[in-house]
């Protein structure tokens, strides 16, 4: 907790009543929802850059699948919840960021069947 925001990542996993399929998961930073998708698709086939970061960061329980991943370090110190950047508040972390990034607050956009992302990407 800072200023007391939560400024950490959040991992929602939920059993929606109303949707199911489409929002087992949630991933958030800074209190804007980046990629909301089945759990399957989620941890499987993930979209957003912030989500393939977490997810890289999981260790595997097998040592010649551990040593062999690409671990997807962030750069960057985390921008303060109460100031946060302009457009994607990701932007000053993502390895993907382009000019546009700064200007445009990505909407989450449903990019397949079981998967929303917020990216210009998407
Ligand atoms: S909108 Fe830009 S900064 Fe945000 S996740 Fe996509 S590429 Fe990265």
């Known amino acids: ?3 007391g925001l ?3 990542p959040k ?3 939920t059993r929606s009543g109303r949707s199911p399929a489409l929002l087992d998961g949630c991933r958030q930073y800074l209190g804007r ?3 909301v998708a089945a759990k399957h698709a989620l941890y499987d086939t993930p979209r957003h850059p912030y989500t393939q970061a977490l997810l890289s960061a999981i260790p595997v329980p097998d040592p010649r699948v551990e040593r062999a991943k690409t671990l997807q370090l962030l750069q960057g110190d985390l921008p ?3 100031n946060p950047p302009s457009g994607c508040v990701f932007r000053t972390r993502c390895p ?3 000019a546009q990034c700064a ?3 990505p909407a989450l956009r449903q990019v397949d ?3 929303q992302s917020a990216c210009v990407f998407d």
């Open 11 to 13: 991992i929602v996993v």
């Open 33 to 35: 929802a980046m990629e």
């Open 6 to 8: 939560c400024c950490y």
């Open 1 to 3: 907790m800072r200023n």
């Open 80 to 82: 303060s919840p109460i």
């Open 96 to 98: 993907k960021a382009v």
């Open 103 to 105: 200007q445009d607050i």
């Open 113 to 115: 069947i079981q998967t």
